[in-house]
């Protein structure tokens, strides 16, 4: 079956423009997770979601960040007034729900602010 | 604060032999410990996970060790082969669904 998707799969945006990723979770999975990974360095949590519900945002490094998941199915992450330190891979994962559940992450989208 | 982190930047072996990566983890709050193996371009895939519960817990071909007296983390790879080049991170829970990674481990597999 399809696994995660995200799109687009890269993306440049000049500083101060807003952009929007798209993630599209393995059908059923109930968790939805979104990651920042910087160049060289391992994933950073961002922020979760169970079904729609936003349970732990936490992770998000500004209030220029924001991610949603109306139909708790795809989730989009916005990020508002892009700076040059928002640029990394923004990684989508998915799993079936409770707290030992394997991860499935999707490819990412690269993000680069000129 | 709490951090995974990696002993070696780099691993390098010859194809055929074992490989052995090592993490250490300083929240002894942790009670769910996993391996990650990304390839370029690709996001991080599962490749083995252990509970606080147990010391040791074996997969094809890897091997996770848990130490909870010093807090460190090793996967054994047998028999590594070029396919298994990739960067390796380790990653822990502590009960919640914040996972926090380690800054990777690079493995050249050389043929």
């Known amino acids: 079956g399809a696994g995660v998707s995200q799109s687009p799969r890269y993306k440049v945006a000049k500083r101060g423009q807003d952009v929007a990723l798209r993630c599209d979770p393995i059908s059923g999975h109930v968790s939805l997770f979104w990651y920042q990974q910087a160049l060289g360095q391992g994933p950073e949590f961002l922020t979760y979601?169970?079904?729609?519900?936003?349970?732990?945002k936490s992770g998000l490094p500004s209030d220029r960040f924001f991610a949603e998941r109306p139909e708790g199915s795809v989730s989009t992450l916005k990020i508002q007034r892009t700076q040059q330190e928002d640029s990394a891979v923004y990684l989508c994962?998915?799993?079936?729900?409770?707290?030992?559940?394997?991860?499935?992450f999707g490819p990412g989208t690269r993000l680069t602010v000129l | 604060g709490e951090s995974v982190g990696l002993h070696l930047p780099t691993l390098s072996v010859q194809e055929g032999d074992n490989s052995i990566i090592n993490c250490a983890y300083s929240?002894?709050?942790?009670?769910?410990f996993i391996w990650y193996k990304q390839e370029s371009g690709k996001g991080p895939q599962f490749i083995i996970d252990?509970?606080?519960?147990?010391d040791k817990r074996q997969g094809q071909r890897v091997t996770v060790l848990l130490n909870k007296t010093v807090k460190h983390l090793s996967l054994q790879i047998a028999a590594t082969q070029p396919g298994d080049s990739a960067v390796y991170f380790c990653?822990?829970?502590?009960?919640?669904?914040?996972?926090?990674f380690g800054a990777g481990t690079r493995l050249f597999v050389k043929a």
């Open positions: 994962a998915s799993c079936t729900g409770g707290l030992y559940n394997e991860q499935f």
């Open positions: 990653a822990e829970n502590t009960g919640g669904f914040k996972t926090i």
């Open positions: 252990i509970r606080s519960n147990m």
């Open positions: 929240n002894s709050a942790s009670d769910y």
């Open positions: 979601f169970q079904n729609e519900a936003q349970l732990d």
